[in-house]
Structure formats: C-alpha cells, structure tokens
C-alpha cells in the first residue's frame, strides 16, 4: 500500500486521519528503537510482557501485547514472535510521532517469584514518561473473582529522551 498523496481525494469507506509525512514517521521509528533498547537494558534478562493501549484522534481504543524473553548471557538476544512485535512496534512508533494519538500507553509485566511485577509509561510529547505505581497498579487490577497472581506495581525506570540528552 503506498502512502496518500496531498492530491488524492479521501474514499468515502475510510476514515481520513492526518499523515505526518516520511520524515516524521523515520524520526518516530529511530526513536521506538532507542525506546525500546534502553527499556530491555533497564529491565534485563527474563520473560516480560508488553501491553500497548491507545485511544486514537477518532477515539478508538486500540490494544496490542508481546511477549519478549531476554537473555543476556553470553550476549544479549531477544525471543518474540516476530508479528507481535512488530505490531507492539509500529504502535510505539505512530504514539510516539504523536498526530494520530490522543492517549497512549505501555504497560510491561515481567515474571518473578513469587509473583509478577508490573510498571508502566506514558507516551506523549515523542517519549515515554513513567508512570506512578499506583495508576499502574490501578489499571492491572484483576475483574473480581480472578484466580490469577496480582501483579505488583514499582516505578517504571527512568529512559532518558535522546532528543534532550543528546
């Protein structure tokens, strides 16, 4: 599918949300990928998954997860299923460039003993911005009933933004 022209007309069966241009989208993917690299540096070897929430321009709600395993002995690898991250992936990439995005978030689950630990960011203004454990804590409390470990929140760790570092 090739991107929309300035010169197309709209199709009445598709919603029109704004393009931001080729060079917005490559400077958002650089950017998903540092994100990406320094939150696997903070959060180190072991199984976690990713949970991605946005409510669009138009309000739609959207969802997408992953589950990642890193290792980093003797080198640092990671396991995913390739279309589950790339759809995690592209989600970062289009809330970080932002003109599409109204809300988005990144919650990130990972498995310890004995129970699961959970912290999140939000992304807005082209990064990701910790979130406080308690709304963390608040958005992955289990439907009454649930047999499943409940999840403690801590404070996401710190990624510095390279557009202010750098």
């Known amino acids: ?37 320094q939150l696997f540096t903070a959060l180190g ?4 998954r990713l949970h991605y929430a946005v409510v669009d321009v138009d309000g739609r709600y959207r969802l997408a997860s992953a589950t990642v395993t890193v290792t ?4 640092w690898h990671l396991d995913a299923d390739p279309d589950d991250f790339a759809a995690i992936e ?8 932002g003109s599409c995005t109204v809300l988005a978030t990144l919650v990130v689950q990972t498995d310890q003993e004995p129970d699961p630990v ?8 082209g990064w990701l911005h910790g979130m406080k454990p308690a709304a963390v804590q608040a958005a992955v409390r289990p439907c009454g009933g649930g047999s499943a470990p409940v999840a403690r929140a801590y404070p996401a760790p710190f990624l510095p933004d390279p557009s202010v570092t750098s």
């Open 1 to 37: 599918m090739t991107n929309p022209q300035p010169d197309q007309a709209a199709r009445a069966d598709r919603r029109s949300l704004p393009y931001p241009g080729d060079e917005a989208i490559a400077a958002a993917r650089r950017r998903a990928h540092r994100a990406f690299a």
């Open 118 to 125: 959970v912290c999140g960011w939000r992304i807005e203004r």
């Open 72 to 75: 980093t002995a003797p080198a």
């Open 45 to 48: 070897a072991g199984g976690h």
């Open 90 to 97: 592209a989600a970062v990439t289009a809330a970080l460039e």
